[in-house]
């Protein structure tokens, strides 16, 4: 009977845990998926970690996919507003620029897919990305100004560059140059950290 007692209240306490633990799903590219590195390193497990060790109970969940571009964000939302979270982070885009598509597309692609999330009344967070100018200087400053502009008009709160003290350091990134490696991605979700804790 003590065993029985025991175990329902372990079980009450678990489900009260998970009742009063909320969800962030990042919807990403390489980036967020932590290309070339151990999942539990990239920086939206390193940023549930300082979520919840700073007293915030947030279930951070890791929804990136390698070569994504924003052709993929409207359905990704889709997709991830059927298990209810409650908030939302768009960190898309970079795959756009790398390819040299077409800067109208990606503003439309990115703006409705946080339209449809906007719809579901949960915290939306939008975030940004550069490119070098190697890419071709008047390209790179287009596709650097699109992301404020779509932030500006959808009245989102707005991370103005995910790899912010990370990119093109060569201590903080893979061989090729392009992915942070186990220590860039610590920037990152402080970063991330830092914009989101006063948010959530």
């Not at 633990?21 to 939206?44: C, H, N, R, V, W």
């Not at 993929?72 to 908030?87: E, I, T």
């Not at 140059?177 to 804790?197: C, D, R, S």
Request: charged share 20%; proline share 4%.
């Amino acid at each position: 009977m003590k065993f029985f007692l025991f175990f329902s209240f372990f079980i009450s306490c678990a489900f009260a845990h998970a009742e009063n633990t909320k969800t962030l799903i990042i919807i990403g590219d390489s980036l967020t998926e932590g290309y070339g590195i151990a999942k539990e390193q990239a920086y939206p497990a390193l940023l549930e970690n300082k979520l919840q060790d700073s007293g915030l109970k947030w279930k951070v969940t890791n929804s990136g996919v390698s070569g994504s571009t924003s052709a993929s964000a409207l359905g990704r939302v889709k997709w991830a507003l059927k298990s209810k979270p409650d908030a939302l982070m768009i960190a898309l885009g970079a795959n756009d620029g790398l390819r040299g598509l077409k800067l109208s597309q990606l503003e439309k692609n990115l703006s409705k897919a946080i339209q449809l999330a906007k719809k579901e009344k949960i915290k939306i967070f939008f975030v940004g990305m550069l490119m070098p100018p190697n890419y071709g200087t008047q390209y790179a400053k287009d596709f650097s100004a699109t992301f404020p502009k779509i932030a500006k008009a959808e009245k989102v709160d707005f991370l103005p560059f995910l790899l912010e003290g990370v990119a093109a350091n060569p201590k903080l990134n893979l061989a090729d140059g392009i992915h942070p490696n186990e220590e860039g991605h610590k920037i990152m979700a402080e970063t991330v950290y830092q914009f989101l804790k006063s948010k959530l």
